[in-house]
Protein backbone atom coordinates (compact mmCIF):
# COMPACT_ATOMS: atom_id res chain seq x y z
CA UNK A 1 0.00 0.00 0.00
CA UNK A 2 1.22 3.40 -1.07
CA UNK A 3 1.99 6.21 1.44
CA UNK A 4 -1.16 8.72 2.15
CA UNK A 5 -0.04 12.17 2.08
CA UNK A 6 -2.19 15.55 2.66
CA UNK A 7 -0.79 17.40 -0.18
CA UNK A 8 -3.05 18.83 -2.70
CA UNK A 9 -2.05 19.40 -6.16
CA UNK A 10 -3.42 22.79 -7.42
CA UNK A 11 -3.99 23.30 -10.71
CA UNK A 12 -0.46 24.46 -11.20
CA UNK A 13 0.81 21.90 -10.30
CA UNK A 14 2.04 23.01 -6.90
CA UNK A 15 1.43 22.06 -4.14
CA UNK A 16 0.10 23.27 -0.98
CA UNK A 17 0.77 21.50 2.93
CA UNK A 18 -2.25 21.76 5.59
CA UNK A 19 -1.79 23.28 8.31
CA UNK A 20 0.80 26.00 7.78
CA UNK A 21 1.53 29.10 9.79
CA UNK A 22 2.00 31.62 6.96
CA UNK A 23 -1.42 33.13 6.96
CA UNK A 24 -0.77 33.49 10.71
CA UNK A 25 2.54 35.43 10.18
CA UNK A 26 1.25 37.28 7.49
CA UNK A 27 -2.13 38.65 9.28
CA UNK A 28 0.02 39.30 12.54
CA UNK A 29 2.32 42.06 10.24
CA UNK A 30 -0.75 43.20 7.77
CA UNK A 31 -1.95 44.04 11.68
CA UNK A 32 0.95 45.58 12.68
CA UNK A 33 1.45 47.35 9.71
CA UNK A 34 -1.51 48.84 10.34
CA UNK A 35 -1.12 49.93 13.67
CA UNK A 36 2.13 51.30 13.06
CA UNK A 37 0.44 53.37 10.30
CA UNK A 38 -1.85 54.01 12.84
CA UNK A 39 -0.04 55.31 15.18
CA UNK A 40 2.11 57.22 13.13
CA UNK A 41 -0.65 58.87 12.19
CA UNK A 42 -1.76 59.65 15.07
CA UNK A 43 1.85 61.14 16.49
CA UNK A 44 1.70 63.06 13.46
CA UNK A 45 -2.40 64.33 14.44
CA UNK A 46 -1.02 64.99 17.53
CA UNK A 47 2.27 66.80 16.62
CA UNK A 48 -0.07 69.30 14.54
CA UNK A 49 -2.22 70.28 16.58
CA UNK A 50 -2.24 73.62 18.29
CA UNK A 51 -4.45 72.77 21.44
CA UNK A 52 -3.07 71.22 23.96
CA UNK A 53 -4.18 67.06 24.33
CA UNK A 54 -7.42 65.72 25.27
CA UNK A 55 -7.74 65.11 28.92
CA UNK A 56 -4.77 67.37 29.62
CA UNK A 57 -4.41 69.09 32.99
CA UNK A 58 -2.27 72.01 34.47
CA UNK A 59 -1.58 71.25 38.84
CA UNK A 60 -4.97 69.76 38.18
CA UNK A 61 -7.00 72.41 36.36
CA UNK A 62 -8.27 70.80 32.82
CA UNK A 63 -7.18 72.56 29.55
CA UNK A 64 -7.78 69.78 27.47
CA UNK A 65 -8.52 70.91 23.96
CA UNK A 66 -7.87 74.51 24.44
CA UNK A 67 -5.00 76.58 23.09
CA UNK A 68 -2.61 78.30 24.96
CA UNK A 69 -4.30 81.32 25.16
CA UNK A 70 -7.35 80.03 26.16
CA UNK A 71 -5.58 77.74 28.92
CA UNK A 72 -4.10 80.67 30.19
CA UNK A 73 -7.18 82.79 30.83
CA UNK A 74 -8.68 79.56 32.85
CA UNK A 75 -6.01 79.11 34.88
CA UNK A 76 -5.88 83.42 35.49
CA UNK A 77 -9.34 82.04 36.88
CA UNK A 78 -8.58 78.94 38.89
CA UNK A 79 -4.95 78.53 39.87
CA UNK A 80 -4.18 82.10 41.88
CA UNK A 81 -7.14 81.65 44.28
CA UNK A 82 -6.43 78.12 45.18
CA UNK A 83 -5.47 77.57 48.99
CA UNK A 84 -2.94 75.33 50.64
CA UNK A 85 -3.65 74.48 54.17
CA UNK A 86 -0.20 74.95 56.37
CA UNK A 87 -0.41 72.98 59.35
CA UNK A 88 2.05 71.82 62.22
CA UNK A 89 2.78 68.45 62.85
CA UNK A 90 3.29 68.39 66.58
CA UNK A 91 0.07 68.81 68.66
CA UNK A 92 -0.39 72.76 70.75
CA UNK A 93 -1.06 70.66 73.67
CA UNK A 94 1.99 68.46 73.78
CA UNK A 95 4.25 71.26 72.98
CA UNK A 96 2.79 73.86 75.37
CA UNK A 97 1.70 76.00 72.29
CA UNK A 98 -1.81 77.73 73.31
CA UNK A 99 -4.39 75.87 72.13
CA UNK A 100 -5.56 78.06 69.98
CA UNK A 101 -2.15 78.08 67.80
CA UNK A 102 -3.35 76.77 64.41
CA UNK A 103 -1.57 76.41 61.29
CA UNK A 104 -2.30 78.87 58.67
CA UNK A 105 -3.33 79.15 54.64
CA UNK A 106 -1.41 80.08 51.76
CA UNK A 107 -3.00 80.57 48.00
CA UNK A 108 -0.89 79.72 45.36
CA UNK A 109 -1.17 83.55 44.41
CA UNK A 110 0.16 84.74 47.19
CA UNK A 111 3.01 82.18 46.76
CA UNK A 112 3.92 83.80 42.95
CA UNK A 113 1.69 81.60 40.82
CA UNK A 114 -0.67 85.03 39.97
CA UNK A 115 -2.60 85.64 37.06
CA UNK A 116 -0.20 87.24 35.30
CA UNK A 117 1.87 84.50 35.00
CA UNK A 118 -0.91 82.09 33.99
CA UNK A 119 -0.24 82.79 29.98
CA UNK A 120 2.90 82.04 30.09
CA UNK A 121 2.97 79.05 32.22
CA UNK A 122 0.08 77.90 29.64
CA UNK A 123 2.42 78.82 26.62
CA UNK A 124 5.40 76.84 28.39
CA UNK A 125 3.73 73.30 28.87
CA UNK A 126 2.16 73.47 25.26
CA UNK A 127 5.82 73.98 24.57
CA UNK A 128 6.77 71.08 26.31
CA UNK A 129 3.51 69.32 24.62
CA UNK A 130 4.95 70.28 21.03
CA UNK A 131 8.77 69.03 21.84
CA UNK A 132 8.04 65.92 22.88
CA UNK A 133 9.73 63.07 20.35
CA UNK A 134 7.33 62.22 17.77
CA UNK A 135 6.95 58.77 18.60
CA UNK A 136 6.20 59.29 22.26
CA UNK A 137 2.89 61.93 21.39
CA UNK A 138 0.97 59.21 20.62
CA UNK A 139 1.61 57.53 23.41
CA UNK A 140 0.63 60.27 25.41
CA UNK A 141 -2.59 60.86 23.55
CA UNK A 142 -3.22 57.27 24.15
CA UNK A 143 -2.69 57.64 27.91
CA UNK A 144 -4.90 60.35 28.37
CA UNK A 145 -7.95 58.49 27.05
CA UNK A 146 -7.95 56.29 29.91
CA UNK A 147 -6.67 58.71 32.81
CA UNK A 148 -6.57 62.05 32.88
CA UNK A 149 -3.03 63.54 34.14
CA UNK A 150 -1.55 66.52 34.53
CA UNK A 151 1.51 68.59 34.84
CA UNK A 152 2.93 69.53 37.87
CA UNK A 153 3.85 73.76 38.29
CA UNK A 154 7.41 74.59 38.53
CA UNK A 155 10.28 77.06 39.81
CA UNK A 156 9.71 78.67 36.02
CA UNK A 157 5.83 79.36 36.23
CA UNK A 158 6.07 81.61 39.50
CA UNK A 159 7.25 84.81 40.18
CA UNK A 160 10.13 84.48 42.70
CA UNK A 161 9.94 87.66 44.99
CA UNK A 162 6.20 87.02 45.26
CA UNK A 163 7.08 83.58 45.77
CA UNK A 164 9.72 84.47 49.03
CA UNK A 165 7.15 87.32 50.33
CA UNK A 166 4.82 84.57 50.65
CA UNK A 167 6.90 81.87 52.25
CA UNK A 168 7.88 84.62 54.92
CA UNK A 169 4.77 85.78 55.49
CA UNK A 170 3.62 81.93 56.37
CA UNK A 171 6.74 81.00 58.53
CA UNK A 172 5.25 84.11 60.11
CA UNK A 173 2.39 83.00 60.76
CA UNK A 174 3.25 79.90 61.84
CA UNK A 175 5.79 81.48 64.17
CA UNK A 176 4.69 82.39 68.28
CA UNK A 177 6.98 84.28 70.49
CA UNK A 178 7.43 82.78 73.82
CA UNK A 179 4.86 83.95 76.36
CA UNK A 180 6.44 84.18 79.81
CA UNK A 181 4.58 83.44 82.56
CA UNK A 182 3.37 86.94 84.33
CA UNK A 183 1.24 88.74 86.56
CA UNK A 184 -0.49 92.25 86.90
CA UNK A 185 -2.36 93.64 89.94
CA UNK A 186 -5.52 95.03 89.40
CA UNK A 187 -8.61 96.47 91.95
CA UNK A 188 -8.61 93.69 94.45
CA UNK A 189 -7.55 90.63 92.13
CA UNK A 190 -4.06 89.54 90.78
CA UNK A 191 -4.11 88.02 87.32
CA UNK A 192 -2.18 85.12 86.82
CA UNK A 193 -0.86 84.08 83.46
CA UNK A 194 0.67 80.53 82.21
CA UNK A 195 3.71 80.78 80.54
CA UNK A 196 2.71 79.55 76.66
CA UNK A 197 6.01 78.14 74.65
CA UNK A 198 6.94 79.75 71.27
CA UNK A 199 7.69 78.19 68.01
CA UNK A 200 9.60 78.77 64.80
CA UNK A 201 10.02 77.17 60.93
CA UNK A 202 12.68 77.98 58.88
CA UNK A 203 11.78 79.50 55.52
CA UNK A 204 14.32 77.37 53.56
CA UNK A 205 12.90 74.14 54.84
CA UNK A 206 9.27 75.85 54.40
CA UNK A 207 9.92 76.99 50.95
CA UNK A 208 10.55 73.36 49.59
CA UNK A 209 7.70 72.16 51.01
CA UNK A 210 5.11 74.45 49.87
CA UNK A 211 6.95 74.56 46.26
CA UNK A 212 6.18 70.69 46.35
CA UNK A 213 2.95 71.21 46.95
CA UNK A 214 2.24 73.37 44.41
CA UNK A 215 3.86 71.07 42.04
CA UNK A 216 1.64 68.19 43.12
CA UNK A 217 -1.67 69.90 43.53
CA UNK A 218 -2.28 68.90 47.16
CA UNK A 219 -4.46 71.19 48.86
CA UNK A 220 -2.41 70.26 52.05
CA UNK A 221 1.30 71.00 53.59
CA UNK A 222 2.32 69.63 57.02
CA UNK A 223 5.22 71.32 58.33
CA UNK A 224 7.67 70.00 61.55
CA UNK A 225 8.26 72.96 63.96
CA UNK A 226 10.79 73.92 66.06
CA UNK A 227 9.51 74.36 69.68
CA UNK A 228 10.68 77.63 71.62
CA UNK A 229 10.38 77.22 75.82
CA UNK A 230 9.05 80.23 78.12
CA UNK A 231 10.24 81.11 81.27
CA UNK A 232 7.51 80.01 84.01
CA UNK A 233 5.60 81.92 86.53
CA UNK A 234 6.73 81.25 90.48
CA UNK A 235 4.27 82.07 92.73
CA UNK A 236 6.66 82.80 95.00
CA UNK A 237 8.03 85.43 93.15
CA UNK A 238 4.67 86.61 92.95
CA UNK A 239 4.50 87.12 96.34
CA UNK A 240 7.39 88.91 97.27
CA UNK A 241 6.69 91.69 94.66
CA UNK A 242 3.16 92.28 95.47
CA UNK A 243 2.93 90.76 99.13
CA UNK A 244 3.81 93.33 102.24
CA UNK A 245 2.89 96.81 103.76
CA UNK A 246 1.88 99.63 100.84
CA UNK A 247 4.47 102.24 100.30
CA UNK A 248 4.24 105.41 98.97
CA UNK A 249 6.57 107.64 96.29
CA UNK A 250 9.26 109.11 98.94
CA UNK A 251 12.77 110.88 98.49
CA UNK A 252 15.76 108.98 98.23
CA UNK A 253 17.94 110.82 100.65
CA UNK A 254 21.10 109.01 98.65
CA UNK A 255 20.44 110.12 95.27
CA UNK A 256 18.35 113.33 95.92
CA UNK A 257 15.64 111.62 93.23
CA UNK A 258 12.23 109.94 93.63
CA UNK A 259 11.80 106.25 94.77
CA UNK A 260 9.36 104.62 93.33
CA UNK A 261 5.70 103.49 95.04
CA UNK A 262 5.00 100.36 96.20
CA UNK A 263 1.63 98.53 96.30
CA UNK A 264 0.59 96.39 98.97
CA UNK A 265 -1.22 93.30 98.86
CA UNK A 266 -1.63 89.76 100.60
CA UNK A 267 -3.50 86.55 98.72
CA UNK A 268 -3.41 82.92 99.42
CA UNK A 269 -0.16 81.20 97.71
CA UNK A 270 -2.14 77.57 97.55
CA UNK A 271 -4.96 78.31 96.06
CA UNK A 272 -3.15 80.92 93.47
CA UNK A 273 -0.81 78.07 92.83
CA UNK A 274 -3.37 75.55 92.22
CA UNK A 275 -5.28 77.69 89.69
CA UNK A 276 -2.16 78.08 87.58
CA UNK A 277 -1.46 74.32 87.36
CA UNK A 278 -4.78 74.12 86.04
CA UNK A 279 -4.33 76.97 83.66
CA UNK A 280 -3.68 75.91 80.17
CA UNK A 281 -1.03 77.54 78.19
CA UNK A 282 -1.22 81.43 77.92
CA UNK A 283 -4.55 81.53 79.70
CA UNK A 284 -4.73 83.97 82.63
CA UNK A 285 -6.50 83.14 85.77
CA UNK A 286 -8.02 85.77 88.87
CA UNK A 287 -6.53 85.06 92.82
CA UNK A 288 -8.84 87.08 95.01
CA UNK A 289 -6.26 89.38 97.07
CA UNK A 290 -6.30 92.04 99.36
CA UNK A 291 -5.10 94.96 97.46
CA UNK A 292 -3.62 98.55 99.06
CA UNK A 293 -3.14 101.16 96.37
CA UNK A 294 -0.47 103.54 97.59
CA UNK A 295 -1.84 107.38 97.80
CA UNK A 296 1.32 109.15 96.48
CA UNK A 297 2.82 107.68 93.24
CA UNK A 298 6.22 109.09 92.14
CA UNK A 299 4.55 110.83 89.49
CA UNK A 300 2.52 112.73 91.38
CA UNK A 301 5.17 113.51 94.13
CA UNK A 302 7.59 114.71 91.66
CA UNK A 303 4.82 117.58 90.71
CA UNK A 304 4.78 118.94 94.10
CA UNK A 305 7.87 117.80 96.18
CA UNK A 306 8.65 121.08 98.68
CA UNK A 307 6.57 123.25 97.20
CA UNK A 308 5.40 124.52 99.74
CA UNK A 309 6.29 126.53 103.06
CA UNK A 310 4.51 124.84 105.81
CA UNK A 311 6.19 126.35 108.68
CA UNK A 312 8.73 129.22 110.04
CA UNK A 313 10.59 130.97 112.64
CA UNK A 314 12.92 133.32 113.00
CA UNK A 315 15.07 134.25 116.57
CA UNK A 316 17.60 136.89 116.99
CA UNK A 317 21.59 135.65 117.92
CA UNK A 318 23.32 137.65 120.61
CA UNK A 319 25.80 137.06 122.76
CA UNK A 320 29.56 136.75 122.59
CA UNK A 321 31.69 135.31 119.01
CA UNK A 322 31.75 132.03 120.39
CA UNK A 323 28.32 131.08 121.08
CA UNK A 324 27.23 132.68 117.22
CA UNK A 325 29.34 130.47 115.83
CA UNK A 326 28.09 127.33 117.74
CA UNK A 327 24.63 128.69 116.60
CA UNK A 328 25.29 128.95 112.68
CA UNK A 329 27.74 125.58 113.42
CA UNK A 330 25.05 123.69 114.78
CA UNK A 331 22.21 125.41 112.53
CA UNK A 332 24.22 123.80 109.52
CA UNK A 333 24.25 120.67 110.35
CA UNK A 334 20.99 119.87 110.13
CA UNK A 335 20.44 122.45 107.37
CA UNK A 336 18.60 120.61 104.06
CA UNK A 337 17.57 117.52 106.22
CA UNK A 338 15.05 115.32 104.35
CA UNK A 339 12.50 113.66 106.03
CA UNK A 340 10.06 111.04 104.34
CA UNK A 341 6.77 110.72 105.45
CA UNK A 342 6.83 109.22 109.23
CA UNK A 343 10.74 109.92 109.47
CA UNK A 344 11.33 110.87 113.19
CA UNK A 345 14.33 113.89 113.34
CA UNK A 346 16.38 113.72 116.36
CA UNK A 347 18.65 117.29 116.96
CA UNK A 348 20.86 115.31 118.76
CA UNK A 349 21.37 112.30 116.24
CA UNK A 350 21.32 114.62 113.19
CA UNK A 351 23.43 117.84 114.72
CA UNK A 352 25.87 114.90 116.57
CA UNK A 353 28.18 115.72 119.80
CA UNK A 354 29.76 119.32 120.01
CA UNK A 355 33.29 118.83 120.04
CA UNK A 356 36.55 121.26 119.90
CA UNK A 357 37.54 118.86 116.71
CA UNK A 358 33.73 119.74 115.09
CA UNK A 359 34.51 123.61 115.66
CA UNK A 360 32.26 124.08 117.92
CA UNK A 361 33.84 126.23 121.28
CA UNK A 362 33.08 127.40 124.69
CA UNK A 363 30.61 129.75 125.27
CA UNK A 364 28.29 130.38 128.43
CA UNK A 365 25.71 127.33 129.08
CA UNK A 366 24.06 126.24 132.22
CA UNK A 367 25.48 123.67 134.38
CA UNK A 368 23.77 122.49 137.75
CA UNK A 369 21.88 125.77 138.14
CA UNK A 370 25.07 128.22 136.87
CA UNK A 371 26.34 130.05 134.03
CA UNK A 372 29.67 128.45 132.59
CA UNK A 373 31.47 128.48 129.71
CA UNK A 374 30.92 124.97 128.18
CA UNK A 375 32.05 123.26 124.61
CA UNK A 376 29.08 124.17 122.20
CA UNK A 377 27.07 126.90 124.77
CA UNK A 378 24.42 128.36 122.45
CA UNK A 379 23.02 125.57 120.29
CA UNK A 380 20.00 125.40 122.30
CA UNK A 381 18.98 128.14 119.66
CA UNK A 382 18.63 126.41 116.80
CA UNK A 383 16.50 123.02 118.85
CA UNK A 384 14.32 126.11 119.91
CA UNK A 385 13.79 127.94 116.87
CA UNK A 386 13.43 124.49 114.62
CA UNK A 387 10.78 123.33 117.71
CA UNK A 388 8.94 126.95 117.03
CA UNK A 389 8.56 125.82 113.10
CA UNK A 390 7.53 122.85 113.66
CA UNK A 391 4.76 124.25 115.99
CA UNK A 392 3.43 126.05 113.47
CA UNK A 393 3.95 123.74 110.72
CA UNK A 394 1.78 121.14 113.04
CA UNK A 395 4.10 118.75 113.04
CA UNK A 396 4.25 115.82 115.39
CA UNK A 397 6.24 116.90 118.37
CA UNK A 398 7.87 113.45 119.70
CA UNK A 399 10.03 114.73 122.50
CA UNK A 400 10.65 118.26 123.76
CA UNK A 401 11.92 119.77 127.11
CA UNK A 402 12.29 123.20 128.09
CA UNK A 403 14.86 125.25 129.68
CA UNK A 404 15.58 125.44 133.43
CA UNK A 405 15.76 128.65 132.98
CA UNK A 406 13.64 130.94 130.75
CA UNK A 407 15.72 131.95 127.74
CA UNK A 408 15.62 135.30 126.03
CA UNK A 409 15.63 135.06 122.15
CA UNK A 410 12.37 133.40 122.33
CA UNK A 411 8.41 133.52 123.39
CA UNK A 412 8.04 131.38 126.45
CA UNK A 413 7.01 127.78 126.11
CA UNK A 414 8.33 127.92 122.46
CA UNK A 415 11.83 126.79 123.51
CA UNK A 416 13.46 123.09 123.56
CA UNK A 417 16.47 122.55 125.01
CA UNK A 418 19.23 120.08 123.82
CA UNK A 419 22.47 118.34 125.37
CA UNK A 420 24.91 115.58 124.21
CA UNK A 421 23.75 112.24 126.52
CA UNK A 422 20.92 114.36 127.86
CA UNK A 423 17.51 115.78 126.50
CA UNK A 424 17.04 115.42 122.74
CA UNK A 425 14.58 117.50 120.59
CA UNK A 426 12.57 115.60 118.24
CA UNK A 427 9.81 115.48 116.12
CA UNK A 428 7.88 113.28 113.57
CA UNK A 429 6.90 114.08 109.42
CA UNK A 430 3.18 113.76 109.73
CA UNK A 431 2.66 114.87 106.35
CA UNK A 432 2.25 112.49 103.49
CA UNK A 433 5.02 114.14 102.02
CA UNK A 434 8.57 114.57 102.17
CA UNK A 435 9.56 117.70 104.39
CA UNK A 436 12.92 119.70 104.17
CA UNK A 437 14.36 121.36 106.82
CA UNK A 438 15.90 124.84 105.67
CA UNK A 439 18.00 126.43 108.10
CA UNK A 440 19.88 130.11 107.41
CA UNK A 441 21.68 132.84 109.37
CA UNK A 442 21.88 136.23 108.26
CA UNK A 443 23.11 138.70 109.78
CA UNK A 444 22.50 138.01 113.44
CA UNK A 445 19.10 136.64 112.79
CA UNK A 446 18.80 132.51 112.52
CA UNK A 447 15.79 131.20 110.50
CA UNK A 448 14.94 127.95 110.08
CA UNK A 449 11.85 126.80 107.45
CA UNK A 450 10.43 123.59 106.84
CA UNK A 451 9.17 123.04 103.32
CA UNK A 452 7.04 120.23 102.28
CA UNK A 453 3.36 119.56 100.57
CA UNK A 454 0.67 121.67 101.70
CA UNK A 455 -2.82 119.84 101.28
CA UNK A 456 -5.35 121.91 103.45
CA UNK A 457 -5.54 125.32 104.19
CA UNK A 458 -5.16 124.96 108.05
CA UNK A 459 -2.83 127.36 109.70
CA UNK A 460 -1.45 127.70 113.22
CA UNK A 461 -1.10 130.26 115.84
CA UNK A 462 0.49 129.25 119.70
CA UNK A 463 -0.83 131.23 122.44
CA UNK A 464 0.41 130.53 125.92
CA UNK A 465 -1.14 130.90 129.40
CA UNK A 466 1.47 132.07 132.71
CA UNK A 467 0.13 129.75 135.34
CA UNK A 468 2.30 130.97 137.86
CA UNK A 469 5.40 133.32 138.50
CA UNK A 470 8.04 133.08 141.31
CA UNK A 471 10.00 135.76 141.94
CA UNK A 472 13.94 135.72 142.36
CA UNK A 473 15.84 137.32 145.40
CA UNK A 474 18.15 138.93 146.14
CA UNK A 475 20.99 137.24 148.55
CA UNK A 476 24.25 138.85 149.45
CA UNK A 477 27.68 137.00 150.56
CA UNK A 478 30.35 138.58 152.10
CA UNK A 479 33.81 138.11 150.17
CA UNK A 480 36.55 139.78 152.23
CA UNK A 481 38.53 140.13 149.18
CA UNK A 482 36.38 142.83 148.21
CA UNK A 483 36.68 146.61 149.43
CA UNK A 484 34.79 148.02 152.30
CA UNK A 485 31.45 148.45 150.82
CA UNK A 486 32.15 147.16 147.13
CA UNK A 487 29.00 145.44 145.86
CA UNK A 488 29.58 142.81 143.23
CA UNK A 489 26.63 140.48 141.05
CA UNK A 490 28.11 136.69 141.22
CA UNK A 491 24.83 135.23 140.01
CA UNK A 492 22.71 136.68 137.53
CA UNK A 493 18.59 136.39 138.45
CA UNK A 494 15.79 134.42 137.06
CA UNK A 495 12.19 134.52 137.56
CA UNK A 496 10.68 131.54 137.49
CA UNK A 497 7.26 130.75 135.35
CA UNK A 498 4.87 127.57 135.06
CA UNK A 499 3.94 128.27 131.36
CA UNK A 500 0.72 126.43 129.54
CA UNK A 501 1.13 126.66 125.48
CA UNK A 502 -1.93 125.94 123.21
CA UNK A 503 -1.65 125.25 119.38
CA UNK A 504 -4.50 126.77 117.78
CA UNK A 505 -5.44 125.99 114.65
CA UNK A 506 -7.92 127.82 112.31
CA UNK A 507 -9.56 127.40 108.74
CA UNK A 508 -9.29 129.41 105.80
CA UNK A 509 -11.40 131.74 106.69
CA UNK A 510 -9.84 132.31 110.35
CA UNK A 511 -12.38 130.46 111.67
CA UNK A 512 -10.55 128.43 115.27
CA UNK A 513 -11.18 125.13 114.37
CA UNK A 514 -9.59 123.60 117.91
CA UNK A 515 -7.24 124.77 120.29
CA UNK A 516 -5.20 122.07 122.81
CA UNK A 517 -2.73 122.13 125.04
CA UNK A 518 0.57 121.66 123.72
CA UNK A 519 2.78 121.26 126.61
CA UNK A 520 3.62 123.21 130.44
CA UNK A 521 7.11 124.39 130.77
CA UNK A 522 8.13 124.90 134.51
CA UNK A 523 11.06 127.39 134.53
CA UNK A 524 13.04 127.50 137.35
CA UNK A 525 14.08 130.61 139.56
CA UNK A 526 17.32 131.60 140.36
CA UNK A 527 17.99 134.11 143.16
CA UNK A 528 20.38 137.35 142.78
CA UNK A 529 23.94 136.11 144.37
CA UNK A 530 25.91 139.59 145.52
CA UNK A 531 28.77 139.31 146.73
CA UNK A 532 29.75 142.16 149.39
CA UNK A 533 32.90 143.50 151.01
CA UNK A 534 33.39 143.70 154.49
CA UNK A 535 31.87 146.71 156.21
CA UNK A 536 34.17 149.41 157.31
CA UNK A 537 35.25 149.33 160.79
CA UNK A 538 33.29 152.81 162.19
CA UNK A 539 30.08 151.70 160.58
CA UNK A 540 27.23 149.44 162.11
CA UNK A 541 26.51 145.73 160.89
CA UNK A 542 23.88 146.35 158.26
CA UNK A 543 21.44 143.45 158.03
CA UNK A 544 21.77 141.60 154.66
CA UNK A 545 18.45 142.73 152.58
CA UNK A 546 15.79 140.59 151.00
CA UNK A 547 15.16 142.69 147.82
CA UNK A 548 12.46 141.01 144.90
CA UNK A 549 13.52 140.50 141.31
CA UNK A 550 12.23 143.10 138.84
CA UNK A 551 10.76 141.80 135.28
CA UNK A 552 14.22 143.95 133.88
CA UNK A 553 16.07 141.31 135.62
CA UNK A 554 14.63 138.34 134.60
CA UNK A 555 17.67 137.28 132.23
CA UNK A 556 21.29 138.67 132.56
CA UNK A 557 21.53 138.88 128.85
CA UNK A 558 20.25 142.38 127.16
CA UNK A 559 17.42 141.04 125.44
CA UNK A 560 16.92 141.89 121.16
CA UNK A 561 16.02 144.89 120.39
CA UNK A 562 13.46 142.83 118.07
CA UNK A 563 11.66 140.95 120.43
CA UNK A 564 8.50 142.73 121.37
CA UNK A 565 7.63 142.97 124.95
CA UNK A 566 4.43 139.96 125.51
CA UNK A 567 1.53 140.29 128.21
CA UNK A 568 2.14 137.58 130.03
CA UNK A 569 -1.70 136.76 129.90
CA UNK A 570 -2.16 137.47 126.10
CA UNK A 571 -1.31 135.18 123.22
CA UNK A 572 2.33 135.47 122.48
CA UNK A 573 3.88 134.25 118.94
CA UNK A 574 7.72 133.77 117.91
CA UNK A 575 9.65 136.87 118.78
CA UNK A 576 10.97 137.91 115.03
CA UNK A 577 8.48 136.40 112.53
CA UNK A 578 8.35 136.89 108.45
CA UNK A 579 5.30 138.11 107.48
CA UNK A 580 3.04 135.70 106.21
CA UNK A 581 1.78 135.87 102.65
CA UNK A 582 -1.90 136.30 103.68
CA UNK A 583 -3.09 138.74 106.15
CA UNK A 584 -3.24 136.29 110.12
CA UNK A 585 -6.28 135.48 111.70
CA UNK A 586 -6.93 137.40 115.12
CA UNK A 587 -5.63 135.47 117.97
CA UNK A 588 -7.83 134.16 120.50
CA UNK A 589 -7.83 134.94 123.80
CA UNK A 590 -6.08 132.68 126.28
CA UNK A 591 -8.03 129.60 126.54
CA UNK A 592 -9.56 128.53 129.70
CA UNK A 593 -7.55 125.74 130.90
CA UNK A 594 -8.47 122.63 129.78
CA UNK A 595 -7.62 119.02 131.16
CA UNK A 596 -3.97 118.52 131.26
CA UNK A 597 -1.84 115.70 130.57
CA UNK A 598 0.97 114.95 132.71
CA UNK A 599 3.89 116.91 131.71
CA UNK A 600 7.57 115.48 131.72
CA UNK A 601 9.80 118.29 132.84
CA UNK A 602 13.33 117.26 132.87
CA UNK A 603 16.17 119.44 134.41
CA UNK A 604 19.15 118.50 132.81
CA UNK A 605 22.69 118.14 134.25
CA UNK A 606 23.60 121.05 131.20
CA UNK A 607 21.74 123.04 128.86
CA UNK A 608 24.37 123.93 126.33
Known amino acids: MGQLTNEVKSGGGARVKKGSAAPVFIALALTAAIMAAGYAGLCAWAGSRDTFYSGEAISGVNVGGLTAEQAGQVLAGSLPGRTLSVVPVQEAEDEGWPPDAAGTSVTLGELGYTAEQCPGIAQRHFDE ?97 TTRPAQPLSIQTVHEAVSGEMVNARYDQETGGILPEKRGASFDTVSAQRMLNAALPGETVSVPADIQEPEITAEDLKAVLFRDL ?37 YNETVGQRTEAKGYKAAPAYVQGETVDEIGGGVCQPSSTLYYACLLANMEITERYAHRYIPAYITRGMDATVSWGGPDYKFTNNTKYPLKIVASYDKGYLTVQLWGTKTDDLTVKMTYETLSTTPFEEVEQLDPSLAPGQRQVKVTPYTGYRVKTYRNIFDGSGNLLSSDVEDTSDYKHRDRLVLVGPPKEDAPAASVP ?47 EPAEPPSIVVIPPSEE
Open 546 to 592: VVPGTPAEETPAPPSTAEPSVPATAPAEVPVQKPAETPAPAEPETPA
Open 129 to 225: QSAEPFLTRGARVLSLLTDSEGEGLTAQDRDEEVFRQGVARVAADLALEPLDGGFEVRGDEILLTKEANGRSVGEEGLALLLEGAAANGKPEVQVDM
Open 310 to 346: LGECTTHVSGTAARVSNVKLASAAFDGTVMNSGDVFS
